[in-house]
C-alpha cells in the first residue's frame, strides 16, 4: 500500500504506480467521490476508447458466430447503433 499526505491545500499527489496504472498523465480529468467512507479517484472516461473497445468486443463476437464472413469497418448494424448512441452521451454528458 502507498503512503501519501493531503497537503494544506487538501491537495494529494497519487503515486506514480497508480497514475502508470490508470493511464493518469497531467491534464487528465479525474471524477472523485466518497463511497462507503473512502476516497474513490477515476479518470474521466474517455468516449473515444470506451467506443474502439466496443467496437472490438461487437466484431469479435461477430467474427466468432460468422468465421467466414468477417466484418468489415462500419458494416455491423448493431455496433454503429451502440456508436451512435455512445457518441450522444458523450456530446451531451450528465453531471455526475
Known amino acids: 500500500m502507498n503512503m501519501t499526505k493531503v497537503d494544506s491545500k487538501g491537495r494529494i499527489v497519487l503515486p506514480q504506480e497508480i497514475r ?3 493511464n493518469i498523465t497531467p491534464g487528465t480529468e479525474v471524477k472523485v467521490r466518497e463511497e462507503d467512507g473512502r476516497a474513490i479517484v477515476r479518470p474521466k472516461d474517455n468516449p473515444a476508447e470506451i467506443l474502439d473497445r466496443m467496437e472490438h468486443l461487437v466484431e ?5 458466430q460468422e468465421e ?3 466484418p468489415t469497418e462500419g458494416s ?3 455496433a ?3 456508436r451512435d448512441a455512445v457518441q450522444q452521451g458523450a456530446d451531451n454528458p450528465s453531471n455526475g
Open 60 to 64: 469479435s463476437a461477430s467474427s466468432n
Open 68 to 70: 467466414t464472413n468477417p
Open 80 to 82: 454503429q447503433k451502440h
Open 76 to 78: 455491423n448494424p448493431i
Open 20 to 22: 502508470e496504472c490508470l
